[in-house]
């Protein structure tokens, strides 16, 4: 009997914008998308809340977070690097 696979989770890069939380990073990623009906190149923004136990982080790391399990009511993501 074989283990099972884990499924493909999401990973994103974006930056630490605060750190004020306990275990808590929000990370904001930014996307650069094409316009449909223009064509001008625009970028959007999201904000996501990460868990981090690990090393302590500062406002403006570069990070990657993961895809994870729901950990609260809006943090469903983890960094790991």
């Known amino acids: ?6 499924s493909n989770r999401k990973v994103k ?3 630490v914008v605060s750190n004020k939380m306990q275990k808590t990073v929000v990370v904001k990623v930014e996307q650069t998308i094409r316009h449909p ?3 001008k190149v625009v970028t959007r923004s999201k904000k996501y809340y990460a868990h ?4 302590p982080l500062k406002e403006g790391d570069v990070v990657q977070i993961m895809e994870t399990r729901p950990m609260s009511k809006t943090k469903c993501w983890r960094v790991i690097a």
């Open 1 to 6: 009997m074989e283990p099972q696979e884990r």
């Open 13 to 15: 890069k974006g930056i």
């Open 37 to 39: 009906r223009y064509g």
């Open 52 to 55: 981090n136990e690990s090393a």
